[in-house]
């Protein structure tokens, strides 16, 4: 076998395999990477070095993995059960200031919190026992978090 052929094969395969490589890091520098945690956390109010009650929340935790700005949609929650058809409900709370679409630079990290009695109230009279945080962009991609149970 001749040494130009065998540089030729070598120089191909190793172009091809750039090549590749590059459409893959440019598919991935353009998809959306968010990632959507939920926890259950308290928070407990001070005040003057007194403790005052503790209130349990539901933390939706958002963050942008991408290497572009997104903007968010309000959290929504996908339920173990089907209603009419559907498991995502949206829950609006009418006191709340955020304004959506939340914009998101890269690396960014938000915390979005719920009252865990008020997700408990409205969900468990549905017979709801586990539930999941769902994210959309508003380029109309879906991001969901981990089940947590009621």
């Known amino acids: ?59 939706v935790e958002v963050t942008n993995f991408s290497n572009h700005k997104r903007l968010i949609e309000r959290p929504r929650f996908k339920t173990d059960l089907l209603f009419d058809g559907e498991n995502i409900f949206s829950y609006i709370d009418f006191t709340d200031a955020i304004q959506y679409p939340l914009p998101f630079e890269p690396g960014e990290k938000r915390e979005i919190l719920y009252k865990k009695a008020d997700i408990d109230e409205k969900f468990k009279r549905l017979q709801v026992k586990r539930i999941k945080a769902v994210i959309e962009d508003t380029l109309g991609k879906y991001y969901r978090s981990n089940w947590v149970s009621l």
């Open 1 to 59: 076998m001749d040494w130009q052929l065998v540089i030729a094969i070598y120089a191909t395969v190793i172009s091809t395999l750039v090549l590749i490589w590059r459409l893959v890091e440019f598919y991935l520098e353009k998809a959306g990477r968010i990632k959507v945690k939920i926890k259950l956390i308290t928070k407990i109010a001070v005040f003057n070095n007194i403790l005052g009650d503790r209130i349990l929340y539901y933390s």
